[in-house]
Nanobody, 127 residues
């Protein structure tokens, strides 16, 4: 069983920063990439950022580009999301996710592209 666990959520004022972390544990696990998604109340879960290990390629949703940075450590199956210049509309539960190791696509931004999910961490940005 693979478990992804997120850390680092919390309450922050608009304009502030937070850093989310996610690590995998459980049975021997490898992935071709990891990503972050978020879900605000009453809304569907949406893509935020992704990283592909083989190329180092990163992708971002338009709404967070220039403010959020994804990074990670393939050997540790860990991924991070540095969030700067936070806005109230960034308020959501943030989920990390991992792709299966044999997924060789250059990137993945869809929910169905990811096989493993964390339980989520709440990020609240006050105005």
């Amino acid at each position: 069983q693979v478990h992804l666990v997120e850390f680092g959520g919390g309450l922050v004022q608009a304009g502030g920063s937070l850093r989310l972390s996610c690590a995998a544990s459980g049975r021997t696990f490898s992935s071709s990439g990891m990503g972050w998604f978020r879900q605000a109340p009453g809304k569907e879960r949406e893509f935020v950022a992704a990283i592909t290990w083989s190329s180092g390629r990163t992708d971002y949703a338009y709404s967070v580009k220039g403010r959020f940075t994804i990074s990670g450590d393939n050997a540790k199956n860990a991924v991070y999301l540095q969030m700067n210049s936070l806005k109230p509309e960034d308020t959501a539960v943030y989920y990390c996710a991992a792709r299966v190791a044999w997924d060789i696509r250059p990137t993945a931004t869809g929910l169905n592209d990811y096989a493993y999910w964390g339980q989520g961490t709440q990020v609240t940005v006050s105005s």
